[in-house]
């Protein structure tokens, strides 16, 4: 199994710029997340999905979307791309709320 | 806004002492979890512990949970050089269990 893998892991953008980083679990969880960690700080939570189908925003959402067509992907958009989205972002999946979660190796994304 | 802080921001022993962390939270919790992350790596998921137990083994990992003081810790003994990592913990909030908050870690260096 390959668990929690994301794609791209590395990617530079000028401002404006849109991009859509892709995460995929095999492990048929119904619950997926997008955090993002910048330096000195713990993980702040994007959005999440309880299952195919739903999202629902987390702590620091602006400037961000997502989208859960299919159970083992969550897409995670940013449409205009600014500075301060620079940061590294991480997908992780759990069976529920109160499983543990499982997290991807990350993409470190930066805006000039 | 970060609902647990670790304390301390950073720690660093030698080889085969212990290694303590601790984290505080402001609100009422479902379960309260441990996480390492090895620099520049995903997070991987140490221990859960729920609200209703208070201490918890995983070989050489103890954790204890003391509600009344919304207050946890991680204890790692016999320490080893391949522990080196940050620590974080993450807590669920009563009114909204999928939101998981993260705080900001430990980060723990040992010594050979």
């Known amino acids: 199994n390959a668990g929690v893998t994301q794609t791209p892991k590395f990617r530079v953008l000028k401002t404006g710029q849109s991009m859509t980083l892709l995460c995929a679990q095999d492990m048929n969880h119904e619950y997926m997340y997008w955090y993002r960690q910048d330096p000195g700080m713990g993980l702040r939570l994007i959005h999440y999905?309880?299952?195919?189908?739903?999202?629902a925003k987390g702590e620091v959402p602006d400037g961000y979307n997502v989208s859960r067509l299919k159970k083992q992907n969550f897409l995670l958009g940013l449409e205009s791309a600014a500075p301060s989205q620079t940061s590294v972002y991480f997908c992780?999946?759990?069976?529920?709320?109160?499983?543990?979660?499982?997290f991807g190796p990350g993409t470190r994304l930066t805006v000039l | 806004s970060q609902q647990g802080e670790e304390d301390p921001q950073a720690l660093s022993i030698q080889e085969g002492e212990n290694a303590t962390m601790n984290c505080s939270y402001k609100t009422s919790i479902n379960n309260l979890q441990w996480y390492r992350q090895n620099s520049g790596r995903g997070l991987v998921h140490l221990i859960l512990i729920r609200s209703n137990e208070r201490e918890k083994h995983s070989g050489r990992l103890r954790v204890t949970l003391d509600t009344s003081k919304k207050s946890s810790s991680l204890l790692i003994t016999a320490s080893r050089a391949a522990d080196t990592a940050s620590y974080f913990c993450?807590?669920?909030?009563?009114?909204?269990?999928?939101?998981?908050?993260f705080g900001a870690g430990t980060r723990l260096t040992v010594k050979p």
């Open positions: 999905s309880v299952g195919e189908g739903t999202t």
């Open positions: 992780a999946s759990s069976y529920s709320y109160y499983n543990e979660q499982f």
């Open positions: 993450a807590t669920d909030a009563q009114r909204n269990n999928n939101d998981m908050r």
